[in-house]
């Protein structure tokens, strides 16, 4: 017998019918002997429906007072449909009962639409638990310490259920979503792509900020903050299949060192075209350069991803990084009229036709010449590349976009990404 | 300044639009210095469409874990538009806070889909006050002592209004509906009918149990124990009349007894044909008859409105009662197979062509004559009484239903409700 938590989405919620799939699924579980934890996401639109409402009486706000009312609101959601799933599940004869994040609690901060989970008591959902019942715990929301409702920002179910399983020391966090799992790298570009059975925690952090947009980020860190065995699996199978192959399906993201042993070298290839380029030419290369352009970017709130300074050259260097395309033009107008004229007329060049590709994998670590490997490849297949970017786990490229597909096909294979077992 | 709880119903708050309007209202309160408080009822349509998820899922059960689910899916709907007023208030300028039932917290026991509230707590809804801002509270749901979300029943709303306005000791609780106040008699069928612009407790209450259906009885009750003045008025004027003639229209529901010293006799007429009659003949005048009749029908869940049983002769009695239309053939059904045959024989009549009307006022007690007055201006009109029964302040009559209308306007007339200010 296990502590199981499963996590359903907005598509898995969206109706009444596909609720009545999620009880079965979750009964059929509860009956192998297992004690269950779900957490649901809203019927799907039921958010947006609800924020629609908020825009139609008020422009958007920033206050505290406006970000608490919307929380209260968009809370709603979550205990409708888990109230929904336990009624559903009654109707399957097996008890269950829905709590809404204050009742658990699940203690947040008061930051309202993107609250953090600082604690959550468990003792209330151990004693339904041990009398045999299912608990449903709302995603997405909590209180905080004054006793206001909170939301933890969209995609903030993911975290719930993590922060659930980790307080309730579960032994798997079930993540039941449109995807079968994670892949080596999309489908859509590599169709040889293959699911991968396990993944690291720390490569599944790459790759979800890196764009593979199958877990929230949030969720992932805290997964590894708390060690809790994370699976993320299709909630698309029938409901009735076989208990263990479902248990053994999807992709899951280990934090034992040893299991990682057998690792690949690269586990996959992550891309996104989301991003341009800004170069910086002959900037004087004196303290404080970094900050001066920087920093105005920044107070314009735009995030900047890539930052690549080279080695001067006669006292001048060359300062790159990346943006997102939305913000390119806001940021080329910026430097130009701010920040150029302060630094002694150097040049601007940018480039919105660009996109990122990236190699993650745990094994670079312990394993040289990644890189290099992978920028023969490319060199191979005629690809130039713009900028270079390292970390430990992660080696990512920028080049011309249009050889985005052309360079993970490429890479895809010269890792063996689809022919290894991992 | 005064401390003012406004209620709104369903249909006041049925669209943004709507909403708008009551946020505009309740600033104009505010602006004119009064400490104010709203409870919402949820948006109309919204409870049914909740509900009606819950009986796609599961067939109507009366476990108490089913109950519990369906007060913490109905309760997201008045959880949903407190938000949004607040976000609507917010928009006009006005800071405003929602607060969900728990959140007060108003109590109730734990009796799911029918609570009653046992206190409320001010403190917090003082302090916001105190601070400047609307407090909104959500109507129609509380929290029982495990910490369990509640609901009060259909036409909650109202109580809770009245809860949180004796809570709080308010001036005066404002019902905004869709009349605009009790009237002497409905006035479909006397066009003479007239507004009361103040009406006893206790003759509401008469009003409401006999089908006046401008309040909710339990509101009512409530208002009665706690003293709360109480008003019924129009949601449907313009949200920028002037506040003098808005705060002086309507009905005021009074319980200050010498604010009734000039009360007419006779308040108000009232009428339903929503009743049946049942007279058993004959019946063995001994004790324990009525139980032996009345017990029956009870364990059917058959509720008996007006009960008539004459002085014997030689040993012999007629047994009569009303009961809701609807249970008619099935009370019918139930004395014939199960209670006449041990009756030793009687015989039982039954008409569903009744009607009930009913001359309430609180000037009755003190004044002599009036339901002699009340037959005569019936038989007057040729109407023959088929069952009296009286209390203090109301008397009522069965007769034919054809005589209905012909009945009211009578009396209404020979009370001259047309003509009196009340």
């Given at each position: 017998m296990a502590l199981i938590v499963h996590k359903y989405g907005g598509t898995s919620m969206g109706s009444t019918e596909r609720i009545s799939q999620v009880a079965k699924r979750v009964a059929k579980w509860a009956r192998a002997g297992h004690q269950m934890v779900v957490v649901p996401s809203a019927m799907s639109g039921e958010t947006n429906r609800l924020l629609a409402l908020a825009k139609a009486l008020s422009p958007?706000?920033?206050t505290q007072d406006h970000l608490r009312e919307l929380d209260m609101l968009a809370a709603t959601g979550e205990q409708a449909s888990s109230a929904l799933l336990a009624i559903a599940l009654q109707a399957e004869g097996m008890p269950a009962i829905s709590y809404a994040g204050w009742q658990v609690p699940v203690r947040t901060n008061d930051?309202?639409?993107?609250a953090r989970i600082e604690s959550i008591d468990d003792q209330r959902v151990r004693a339904d638990l041990n009398a045999g019942k299912v608990v449903i715990i709302t995603g997405f929301q909590g209180v905080d310490d004054a006793g206001h409702v909170t939301t933890l920002g969209r995609g903030g179910s993911d975290t719930s259920a993590v922060a659930v399983a980790a307080a309730l020391k579960a032994n798997e966090c079930l993540i039941y979503t449109d995807v079968d799992g994670v892949y080596t790298t999309d489908p859509r570009v590599v169709p040889e792509a293959r699911r991968l059975k396990t993944v690291s925690f720390e490569e599944m952090l790459e790759m979800a900020s890196l764009?593979?947009?199958?877990?929230?980020i949030r969720s992932v860190e805290f997964a590894g903050k708390y060690k809790v065995p994370l699976r993320v699996l299709s909630?698309?199978?029938?409901?009735?299949?076989d208990i263990h192959e479902e248990a053994a399906s999807g992709t899951l993201i280990t934090?034992?060192?040893?299991?990682?042993?057998?690792?690949?070298v690269v586990s996959g290839i992550a891309f996104n075209r989301d991003e341009a380029k800004i170069s910086i030419m002959?900037?004087?290369?004196?303290?404080g350069i970094a900050y001066q352009i920087l920093g105005a970017v920044a107070q314009a709130n735009i995030e900047v991803d890539m930052i690549i300074q080279n080695i001067s050259k006669d006292g001048k260097t060359d300062f790159s990084f990346t943006v997102h395309r939305n913000d390119y033009a806001r940021a080329m107008d910026l430097l130009k009229a701010h920040v150029l004229p302060s630094l002694g007329a150097p040049e601007v060049m940018g480039d919105a036709k660009i996109c990122k590709v990236s190699i993650v994998g745990i094994g670079m670590r312990s394993h040289v010449g990644v890189a290099s490997k992978m920028f023969r490849s490319l060199s191979e297949e005629g690809i130039n590349i713009q900028m270079i970017s390292t970390s430990e786990i992660k080696t990512s490229v920028v080049i011309d976009e249009k050889y985005m597909e052309l360079a993970v096909r490429a890479l895809h294979k010269a890792f063996d990404l689809d022919q290894n077992q991992a």
């Open positions: 958007a706000q920033v930051a309202y639409t993107k764009g593979s947009k199958v877990l929230q909630s698309f199978t029938p409901w009735d299949i934090f034992e060192e040893d299991e990682q042993m057998e690792q690949a002959g900037v004087p290369d004196k303290p």
